[in-house]
């Protein structure tokens, strides 16, 4: 069974950096096209980043673009989400998720707390 687990979570300062991580166990993750999805409070889950499989692709939400960077080490099955010039708003749980074959995100890790102070 596929596991996700996310860490690198934490307070910072508006404007400041953290990169969270994502460790993958369970399958081949080679296999698998990873995402970063946040959930503010009292708000819905928002699609944040992706990339596919051989990491050659990415996506972002436009509200990330420029400040985030998605990446993978498939040698160390981990995903990674650099977040630069962070924002008050980016203060969510940030969970990763993983889609076989670029299919549905079918599975999820339990989620790393962001809070950025003003």
Same mark, same amino acid.
């Given at each position: 069974q596929v596991q996700l687990v996310e860490s690198g979570g934490g307070l910072m300062q508006a404007g400041g950096s953290l990169r969270l991580s994502c460790g993958?166990? =369970? =399958?081949? #993750?080679?296999n698998y096209g990873m995402a970063w999805f946040r959930q503010a409070p009292g708000k819905g889950r928002?699609?944040?980043? $992706?990339?596919?499989?051989? =990491?050659a692709r990415t996506n972002y939400a436009d509200s990330v673009k420029g400040r #985030?960077?998605?990446? $993978?080490?498939?040698?160390?099955?981990?995903?990674?989400?650099?977040?630069?010039?962070?924002? #008050?708003?980016?203060?969510a749980v940030y969970y990763c998720a993983a889609s076989l #074959?670029?299919?549905?995100?079918?599975?999820?890790?339990?989620g790393t707390q962001v809070t950025v102070s003003s």
């Open positions: 993958f166990s =369970g =399958g081949a #993750f080679s928002d699609f944040v980043a $992706r990339i596919t499989s051989n =990491g #985030f960077t998605i990446s $993978r080490d498939n040698a160390k099955n981990t995903v990674y989400l650099q977040m630069n010039s962070l924002k #008050f708003e980016g203060t #074959f670029e299919g549905p995100y079918k599975y999820w890790g339990q």
